[in-house]
C-alpha cells in the first residue's frame, strides 16, 4: 500500500507504501515524517507548492477502492497540515495533478479525470484562506486530454496547457483565468495536421 508522506519547511511530498510528508524549518533539521494520504488504499503522483506567505499545498491521487481521486492537504504558515479532501469526483478515475499558487495565494489544482470515456482537464481554485470550489471542465468533450501544465504569471494569470487529439492528431491547447476570473474557452496552440507533444 503506497501512502503520501511529506518532508516540511522545505516541504517534500514522498511516495513510498503510502503518502507521507517531512518537513524542515529554515537551516535547520527535518521533523519527523507524517502520513497525508489516509491508510487502507494507495496513493501516488504527490506534488506540493508553496505560496508567498508559506502556505503549502500537497495533492497527490489515492485509490477509494474502485477509482482513484485527487486529493489535497493544505497547510497553513507556521501551522500543520490538515486532513486531506476529494477535489475530483469519485467514480471516475482522476490523475496526474499540478499544483500553483498565484501571488495573492489563490491555488488553482488541475488533472485529468476520465468521464467514462475520454479523459478531460479539470480545475478546482482555493481563495486565499478559503476552500476549494467544484472542479470546473477546461477541455473539450468529444476526445481525451492529458499531460496537462499549470503556470501563474505575477499578475495572477494562470494558464493551463495539454495535448488532446483532435480525432486524427494530437494537438496542444490552453486555457486561461485572467486574475479574478474564470478559465476561457481552450484554444489551439499547434498546428492542426501533425501531432504534438509534451507540452
Not at 499544483?99 to 495565494?105: I, K, R
Amino acid at each position: 500500500m503506497r501512502l503520501i508522506k511529506v518532508l516540511l519547511a522545505a516541504v517534500v511530498v514522498v511516495t513510498g507504501l503510502g503518502s507521507v510528508a517531512a518537513s524542515a524549518s529554515p537551516q535547520g533539521p527535518w521533523l519527523p515524517a507524517v502520513d497525508l494520504s489516509a491508510a487502507g488504499q494507495n496513493s501516488d503522483q504527490p506534488q506540493v507548492a508553496f505560496g508567498d506567505d508559506g502556505t503549502a499545498i500537497a495533492v497527490w491521487v489515492r485509490n477509494d477502492g474502485t477509482s482513484n481521486i485527487v486529493q489535497a492537504a493544505i497547510r497553513p504558515p507556521g501551522g500543520a497540515f490538515g486532513a486531506g479532501v476529494d477535489l475530483s469526483q469519485a467514480g471516475e478515475n482522476a490523475g496526474s495533478p499540478q499544483v500553483a499558487f498565484a501571488p495573492n495565494g489563490t491555488a488553482t489544482v488541475i488533472w485529468s479525470r476520465l468521464n467514462g470515456t475520454h479523459y478531460i482537464v479539470q480545475a478546482a481554485t482555493r481563495p486565499p484562506g478559503g476552500a476549494f470550489g467544484n472542479p470546473v471542465d477546461l477541455s473539450a468533450t468529444g476526445q481525451s486530454a492529458l499531460n496537462a501544465q499549470i503556470a501563474v504569471a505575477a499578475d495572477g494569470t494562470a494558464t493551463v496547457v495539454w495535448w488532446r487529439s483532435d480525432g486524427t492528431n494530437r494537438i496542444i491547447q490552453a486555457a486561461t483565468r485572467p486574475p479574478g476570473g474564470a478559465f476561457g474557452d481552450p484554444v489551439a496552440l499547434s498546428a492542426a495536421g501533425q501531432t504534438a507533444y509534451s507540452p
